[in-house]
Nanobody, 125 residues
Framework: LQVVESGGGLVQPGGSLRLSCAAS????????IGWFRQAPGKEREGVSC????????NYADSVKGRFTISRDNAKNTAYLQLNSLKPEDTAIYYC???????????????????WGQGTQVTVSS
């Protein structure tokens, strides 16, 4: 049972990336999904979450209007579209499922069921 994040990379300020979160061994549609990030020397922070049906989403104030979370339950995958990237968005990005609602403030890290290895996003000129 695992989630695998992908899609990270090196991008210039103002650029875009699309991150994917693929689930294996379980059915993602029964879970809300949270995206988190952790920059060097900082705590892991919530970025966005989406309900199991996709009908409810939440965003951190720092990314609202720039990032978009979505999911395709038929593909057992969730996504995070990152637009207008800034150097301060540089971090390892993680996704995690939780059998609960998508709320803000985001749920505590220990409430999430599985964690992947993350995908590195670097925003630099």
């Amino acid at each position: 049972l695992q989630v695998v994040e992908s899609g990270g990379g090196l991008v210039q300020p103002g650029g875009s990336l699309r991150l994917s979160c693929a689930a294996s061994g379980f059915t993602l549609e029964y879970y809300a999904i949270g995206w988190f990030r952790q920059a060097p020397g900082k705590e892991r922070e919530g970025v966005s979450c989406i309900s199991s049906t996709g009908g409810s989403t939440n965003y951190a104030d720092s990314v609202k209007g720039r990032f978009t979370i979505s999911r395709d339950n038929a593909k057992n995958t969730a996504y995070l579209q990152l637009n207008s990237l800034k150097p301060e968005d540089t971090a390892i990005y993680y996704c995690a499922p939780v059998q609960a609602t998508c709320v803000k403030p985001f749920r505590r890290l220990y409430e999430y069921d599985y964690w992947g290895q993350g995908t590195q996003v670097t925003v630099s000129s």
